[in-house]
């Protein structure tokens, strides 16, 4: 059994900061791509962040510039430090990783999701 558990989210005003933790517990071999993926209200569940397992990174373009994702494996934990927020980055943030349980099995899993509230 794997499990993602996020935390760091909050309210926080305009042009704040924010560190998002997501913390991978149970059966691993290894973690694979680790992501961010936020979704605001009536909108889709979108990309925010990702990183490789030698951190390789991608950010979507209204969080370059403000946005950090990194990785510590020795903690099976990846972060995303948020600078400069603005209202629009309010919304349900959730983490996403690829995990191996065993050397030839990979899954994709999610965690529950930290809500971040900037107000203006």
């Known amino acids: 059994q794997v499990t993602l558990v996020e935390s760091g989210g909050g309210l926080v005003q305009a042009g704040g900061s924010l560190r998002l933790s997501c913390a991978a517990s149970?059966?691993?071999?290894?973690?694979?791509?680790m992501g961010w993926y936020r979704q605001a209200p009536g909108k889709q569940r979108a990309a925010v962040a990702h990183?490789?397992?030698?951190?390789?990174?991608n950010y979507t373009d209204s969080v370059k510039g403000r946005f950090n994702i990194s990785r510590d494996n020795a903690k099976n934990t990846v972060y995303l430090q948020m600078n400069s927020l603005k209202p629009e980055d309010t919304a349900v943030y959730y983490c996403?990783?690829?995990?191996?349980?065993?050397?030839?099995?990979?899954?994709?899993?999610w965690g529950q999701g930290t809500q971040v509230t900037v107000s203006s």
């Open positions: 149970g059966s691993i071999f290894s973690i694979n791509a």
């Open positions: 990183i490789t397992s030698g951190g390789s990174t």
């Open positions: 996403n990783a690829d995990i191996s349980p065993t050397w030839y099995k990979n899954y994709n899993y």
